[in-house]
């Protein structure tokens, strides 16, 4: 009906429609729709939070009769089952919509292409794959949990120009700059949980609350194999909407110590918390997505056992010699075994430079 260009443009709403409803809809994905005629933009609606109407559907309503022979841009294949909300495909097709232009298929087993094939089967025309490497961008959180069944893992650190998150002291606020501490807040609100190690909890008492931008505070989960964190801390005192939770191991949970805090039953790793154990507790929460912004002995750790999806590190223009290292001891003994990166990208916030890439597995 339309040329590519007019499906790239009407996809590309879409995409930014969808973005508006960033750390509301989980576990559900991003979705924005867009419908549109000859004359140009008839009606749009996004998925604003888990529960609520799907993106489709609000713009079909604003749309009303202006639907019947109209095109659909959205991001996502529509749903065809009955969820917490009815069938977007069913609503397609009674509004009359000729064409359905969409990005990705939904790998949700309830979907997974059964969307695309009963539009179709009603004789609406489809167009598949337009800004599907966007959407794909756009959603890798949801898809991440749906493909592999469990949350994707983002690790964040901030660290001086000779890879330092502190001094030999442990002074650390601030390595970065005011901008760069927005942007983290930033990434609070964006997903389901934020981690830290016992250590950072002790030595930088973090509130892990958004702050410094608009948004929702995320799950704060402390991860430690000991009974002694101090009730003092901000994560403890600072809990009255109850979100905060302590993942440690069967035996310190039976001790006692956390007796007033959820707890989650970790398994003891080698070093540690066995982070992998961590991340099964946590998708059988339907928990999509952890922020971790711990010290350098839960980076490493992440690392080494190739759980991080994503990585941010903001570098601030100061070096500090000897201090506290971003990432310890990997085991690297080539650079054949270095951990390489995909899809990289930089950025300047302020006077600190943001790198953000995706580790090869």
């Not at 069944?149 to 005011?178: C, H, M, Y």
């Amino acid at each position: 009906m339309f040329g590519d260009r007019v499906y790239q443009e009407m996809m590309a709403a879409a995409l930014r429609l969808a973005r508006r409803g960033e750390g509301r809809t989980s576990p559900n994905p991003m979705v924005g729709a867009v419908i549109f005629d000859r004359d140009g933009i008839v009606a749009t609606g996004y998925h604003h939070k888990a529960g609520g109407p799907h993106a489709e559907i609000l713009a079909l309503r604003k749309a009303g009769d202006r639907a019947r022979g109209a095109s659909l841009a959205v991001n996502l294949e529509p749903c065809c089952h009955f969820g917490r909300t009815g069938p977007c495909t069913e609503a397609i097709i009674r509004a009359g919509i000729a064409e359905v232009v969409f990005a990705i298929e939904d790998p949700f087993p309830a979907v997974n292409g059964q969307g695309a094939r009963f539009l179709q089967n009603h004789g609406v025309k489809l167009v598949a794959g337009v800004l599907a490497e966007e959407a794909e961008e756009l959603n890798e959180v949801y898809l991440t949990f749906i493909r592999t069944g469990r949350p994707f893992v983002v690790l964040k650190t901030a660290q001086s120009l000779d890879g330092r998150i502190a001094t030999a002291a442990g002074e650390s606020r601030w390595i970065s700059n005011a901008e760069a501490l927005k942007f983290a807040h930033r990434l609070r609100a964006r997903y389901d949980a934020n981690v830290v190690g016992a250590g950072t909890a002790r030595t930088d008492n973090p509130q892990l609350t958004v702050r410094l931008v608009r948004g929702r505070n995320p799950l704060r989960i402390v991860v430690t194999s000991s009974p002694n964190l101090p009730q003092k801390l901000h994560l403890f005192t600072q809990n009255d909407d109850h979100r905060t939770i302590v993942a440690t191991t069967r035996e310190v949970i039976g001790s006692g110590a956390y007796s007033t805090i959820e707890t989650w039953p970790v398994r003891k790793g080698r070093e540690g918390i066995d982070l992998k154990s961590l991340l099964e507790q946590a998708a059988a929460r339907q928990v999509t997505s952890l922020l971790f912004e711990g010290g350098g002995r839960l980076a490493t750790a992440l690392l080494r056992a190739g759980l991080v999806d994503k990585y941010y590190v903001v570098i601030a223009p100061m070096i500090i010699g000897r201090g506290k290292e971003a990432v310890g001891e990997l085991g690297v003994r080539t650079l054949a075994g270095a951990i390489r990166f995909s899809k990289c990208g930089f950025r300047t916030i302020g006077t600190n430079t943001l790198f953000w890439g995706y580790p090869g597995k």
